[in-house]
DNA sequence: GTCTATAACCGGATAGAC
DNA sequence: GTCTATCCGGTTATAGAC
């Protein structure tokens, strides 16, 4: 069953070798590196579960034996994709948070670029969002423990514009959680032969969310267009 | 590492093992219905890959050779589960769109009533939506055609409030994904442990669509409040 | 550090008794 | 229809040569 799903899923890194993911750059040696790209690649396409450790040695043009050499065991793959996928998604929006001009301003940069980075980087992005169950409990408080910045970020904003009386926001936590839904959802559907950049979804749904969260008085600058 | 999942996540069925899921009323003989309800359980704690067919059979009370009898495979029981999942969210769609009044009604009421069902039906939802992968080829078209419904019924609403001036939607097709997206994801974070029930939640996210769509002019019945 | 070979185990699926 | 027993292939992880 699972060779039948990998026939219909696009092989990101032939569509894209260089970019399929940056965000490992830093990663030594070159071989755990390899190593790292082979698992977000297979496991964005498989699952983690349907992932086995041929696949991603094989990926790296290794045997499944020198995966040992770099990672204890395949959960700390995951652990490693999830945490360094989830350092990179808050400190994108952590900066677009923190720039200047209204609160409007911060909450469409904010949501621009949360979108955009979950579509850029929709490989890297599926495996962190997606595949959290399959970490061991200590791993899984951890990565929550990131998950929640990004979300007091964002909340963050709510609730400085609603108290200026920028935004109108009745449930400012469900409001938040409505918002982290839609960029981390974009995850999952995006494709790089839709008919959308990332960009460009980034800004319909920061326009979007600025009309979730306008007040309703004339004075409201929110209001797109 | 699936065991340690298993434990970080709520049983479903004895929470609630009545509603567990009454979508599967229907399904004979009692043997069948028993293994479909336990593999909805076991594919939504641990996701398809990482069940057993063990397990399934187990939470039956049955021994794993006795599922072969109903089931051919493990994905069949899969393709059941994701058929008579969808078939259920688009006919509780499709009939509150259907219902009278305006434009802004019926979208308020199709939002709800999607977010509702996939708050408390959150243990399917998340089978239906986030295990799809796992079909075979033909399977997966089959269900994809289900799912395409769903789409087109919301859009029909967007178009037609846009087209009456009833809405101001710029992008109708960014629009409806953005709001299946956030009717969707509610199934991946929903948990009846939480502070709202699903029918707060389905308010509170059919007040934000009608927001995304309103139209800027004081005419504007759509604005909430 | 990487390879080949293999240990130890577990998974889906089947055979045949009842 | 269900059970017990089992086959067979695949999976993680390790040992030891190079």
Redo the contacts with the bound molecule.
């Keep these: 069953?699972?060779a039948e799903t990998g026939s219909r899923v696009a092989k990101t890194a032939e569509e894209d070798p260089a970019v399929a993911d940056e965000s490992f750059e830093g990663v030594t040696?070159?071989?755990?590196r390899r190593l790292l790209l082979g698992a977000v690649e297979a496991f964005a396409e498989r699952g983690f579960?349907?992932?086995?450790?041929?696949?991603i040695?094989g990926r790296a043009?290794?045997?499944?034996?020198?995966?040992?050499?770099?990672y204890?065991?395949?959960?700390e793959l995951l652990f490693q994709i999830s945490k360094v996928g989830h350092e990179r998604s808050v400190s994108v929006l952590a900066e677009a948070a923190e720039g200047g001009g209204d609160d409007a301003d911060r909450l469409a940069r904010a949501v621009r670029s949360f979108v955009r980075w979950h579509a850029e980087h929709h490989t890297t992005a599926r495996v962190v969002q997606y595949e959290l169950a399959a970490l061991g409990a200590e791993h899984y408080e951890e990565i929550v423990g990131l998950r929640r910045r990004s979300e007091e970020i964002l909340r963050g904003i709510l609730e400085s514009g609603d108290a200026s009386g920028e935004f109108e926001v009745a449930d400012i936590r469900g409001t938040t959680l409505a918002v982290m839904s839609l960029c981390i959802d974009v995850a999952r559907w995006y494709s790089p032969a839709g008919r959308r950049t990332p960009d460009q979804i980034g800004g319909l749904y920061a326009d979007l969310v600025l009309r979730m969260v306008a007040s309703a008085g004339p004075s409201g600058p929110a209001r797109a267009e």
Tied chains: 1, 2.
């Design positions: 069953m699972a040696p070159d071989a755990a579960h349907a992932t086995t450790t041929r696949d040695a043009g290794m045997s499944p034996a020198a995966l040992y050499i770099h204890k065991t395949k959960e």
